[in-house]
């Protein structure tokens, strides 16, 4: 799969037990289009692109990568569950693909500055889809 946009670092393939592993943690099986992504590329750090977009998340965790466990950890209780937080932009907003069952695998952009007060269940009015699929999305990046 290539990206529009060139990475500044990218990650080697992602070893299929780990992949088995967040699908445990996560309680759903990826988007096929996501877990192809992480089988050729396990994430990396683009290029300026018109979205922001500025790392996709590591499954490995690597150090010159966000990792997915870290951002499942400190995003647990702030986006919504259905949710999967898969990359940011820098500046605290994320990127994330959905495990809902009526629009699974698309990518949602979730605003950080509209995000629920402490103790509250996650808002979702901060959430807005910028793709239908892993592919689209990454195939409509382009330089910025």
Same mark, same amino acid.
């Given at each position: ?6 990475? /500044? ?8 037990? /780990? ?39 590591? /499954? ?33 907003? /994320? ?50």
């Amino acid at each position: 799969m290539s990206v529009p946009v060139g990475y /500044l670092h990218r990650e080697p393939p992602v070893d299929p037990e /780990l992949i088995a592993r967040l699908e445990e943690r996560i309680g759903h099986a990826l988007p096929d289009r996501y877990r192809d992504y992480l089988l050729e590329q396990d994430g990396g750090q683009l290029d300026e692109n018109d979205r922001g977009v500025d790392s996709i998340f590591s /499954l490995g965790g690597t150090s010159r990568c966000v990792g997915t466990w870290e951002s499942l950890d400190t995003y647990r209780d702030r986006v919504p569950p259905w949710l999967l937080p898969v990359a940011d932009d820098g500046a605290g907003n /994320l990127f994330g693909i959905s495990l809902r069952p009526g629009d699974r695998g698309s990518v949602w952009f979730w605003d950080h500055e509209g995000q629920a007060d402490d103790g509250l269940p996650p808002a979702e009015d901060n959430v807005t889809p910028v793709g239908e699929s892993w592919v689209e999305f990454l195939d409509g990046l382009t330089p910025g």
